[in-house]
């Protein structure tokens, strides 16, 4: 009976660590269980009576309940987190046109000079010293538009 229980505590704890690093809920409210109920069975096979047991299986409960609350709030807040690098971070960004010929140039984002194609054919015509804004990331092209007045870095 105490292996059991001990067994069962194992499988909580690695439960509610597996919550902490995948967490959607289901193996840390399982992993609470298991533990809860390994502790109250591991104390109750060492011959302990209900009234050691009950508190012992709620104090663990108590502990696995604040660490599926920490991870729950670790995971929402990393939802809520913007992407600071990386082609999904490229978009929406000001830059100025270095070069520009024809259908491609070169812009200036961020301190980097990147290779640059109009979004749209109406937009072809952009000169040097424009400000433009990322619209899109294809490989390492970027697909740019002209930036409205109210998006000017230097306004």
Not at 122 to 149: N, P, Q
């Amino acid at each position: 009976m105490i292996v059991v229980g001990v067994v069962l505590v194992l499988v909580g704890v690695v439960l509610l660590v597996a919550e902490a690093h995948l967490p959607a809920g289901v193996l840390g409210v399982s992993g609470g269980i298991s533990l809860a109920a390994g502790a109250a069975i591991a104390i109750a096979g060492t011959g302990a009576g209900l009234l050691l047991a009950l508190p012992v299986a709620a104090g663990a409960g108590a502990i696995a309940a604040l660490w599926l609350a920490i991870a729950a709030r670790g995971a929402l807040a990393a939802q809520g987190l913007k992407t600071s690098a990386g082609r999904e971070a490229m978009s929406g960004r000001v830059g100025t046109v270095r070069r520009w010929a024809g259908n491609d140039g070169q812009v200036l984002v961020d301190g980097a000079l990147w290779r640059a194609r109009p979004s749209l054919p109406e937009e072809a015509t952009l000169h040097e010293g424009d400000e433009v804004v990322v619209e899109r990331v294809t490989g390492l092209t970027l697909g740019v538009r002209k930036a409205e007045e109210w998006e000017s870095q230097w306004s």
